[in-house]
């Protein structure tokens, strides 16, 4: 998939699956917000849930993205800076009271219809994402829409939210197909149950491994993991307390008939 358009442009088509739902709620958001009624949404999946796949796809309206980083979580308005720089203004200064309600009337002065995307808003600098819910739940009258991502997880933020799982059994199939993975029903069924459904992962394996390595993995109980899941996971495992890491990690020897929950 394509990355994103740069911030405040708009953005081309992509090919999405098993996400129906999920896409027709977000073209109802930015309807409404094209007719003058302002929305926030949040939406929230674990990593590789295709959460910045959805907001970065086709949608009939101007839209500028900030973007959560690890790099930058500790510094004051490094987010809102990425948005005031975007809408060619200056970064608001002051207290807090006042940082909010200038960028407010900034939003508030537009002169189309816009929509904010909060990618990665777990990482988002602290002050940045005050200002931001502080605005989203101060535009409803206006042609002003904000939509975050947040990956499971992730802080709760007091508005509506829509929650991205794996994908069904035939929206796996499809994403599997898409990147020419040559698969037979067994193979296919294998990969989805390792996966969870979870389309960054559905597409690791697609790509760099070979479907009778994963069955005969399967069978001998060595999976070869591609690299991009030793990252995904790695890093979830990392955050977890040592109780919880030896409890994954027994359960994962563990044959799955054999495990009791």
């Known amino acids: 998939l394509s990355p994103p358009s740069a911030a405040g442009g708009y953005v081309r088509v992509m090919s999405i ?4 739902d999920a896409r027709q709620h977000l073209d109802a958001l930015v309807t409404d917000v094209r007719r003058g009624r302002g929305r926030a949404l ?3 999946g674990e990593r590789g849930a295709g959460r910045t796949t959805l907001v970065t796809a086709d949608l009939a309206i101007r839209r500028v993205v900030v973007r959560g980083t690890t790099a930058e979580t500790d510094v004051p308005y490094a987010g809102l800076h990425q948005l005031t720089t975007a809408l060619a203004a200056a970064t608001p200064t002051g207290d807090r009271f006042a940082v909010c309600t200038a960028t407010l009337d900034l939003l508030l002065a537009t002169d189309e219809p816009l929509l904010i995307i909060v990618d990665d808003a777990q990482h988002l600098d602290p002050a940045s994402l005050f200002v931001l819910l502080f605005c989203a739940r101060r535009t409803t009258d206006a042609p002003v829409g904000v939509v ?8 709760r933020l007091d ?3 829509l929650v991205l799982d794996g994908l069904d059994p ?5 994403l599997l197909a898409d990147h020419g993975w040559p698969h037979g029903a067994s193979a296919t069924d294998a990969a989805i149950r390792l996966t ?6 559905l597409t690791a394996l697609a790509t760099h491994l070979d479907p009778t390595e994963l069955l005969h993995g399967l069978a001998v109980g060595a999976v070869p993991i591609p690299e991009v899941l030793h990252a995904m996971f790695g890093t979830r495992l990392a955050a977890l307390s040592p109780a919880a890491r030896t409890a994954v990690l027994i359960a994962a020897v563990i044959p799955p008939d054999r ?3």
């Not at 035939?170 to 499809?174: E, L, M, N, P, T």
């Not at 969870?196 to 992962?201: D, I, K, S, V």
């Open 17 to 20: 699956h098993g996400r129906q």
């Open 148 to 155: 975050l991502t947040v990956c499971d997880p992730g802080p």
């Open 259 to 261: 495990v009791e929950l």
């Open 159 to 161: 508005l509506p939210e």
């Open 42 to 44: 949040v939406i929230r």
């Open 170 to 174: 035939a929206a796996a199939r499809a």
């Open 196 to 201: 969870g459904g979870n389309p960054l992962a």
